[in-house]
């Protein structure tokens, strides 16, 4: 099981993870399908409580304009 951490990382460096990201935040928002649905490829435990959370983090590491 991954962490939010370690997918970051990754996506440092893996081009797939990148344009999957990128794919997803084309419109410019995650609804909470595209969320859930990334999170269980990857095997993260993460809850939908949490989409908020992870959205901000997505800004301030500039994947979300």
Sequence with gaps: MA???ELVQ???TDPALQKEVADILADGKVSIKEFMDF???HDVAISITELPKYVEQAKQL???G
Excluded: H, L, M, W
Aim: proline residues 0%; charged residues 15%.
């Design 10 to 12: 990754q996506y440092q």
């Design 3 to 5: 962490t939010v951490e």
């Design 39 to 41: 999170a269980n490829k």
């Design 62 to 64: 500039g994947f979300i």
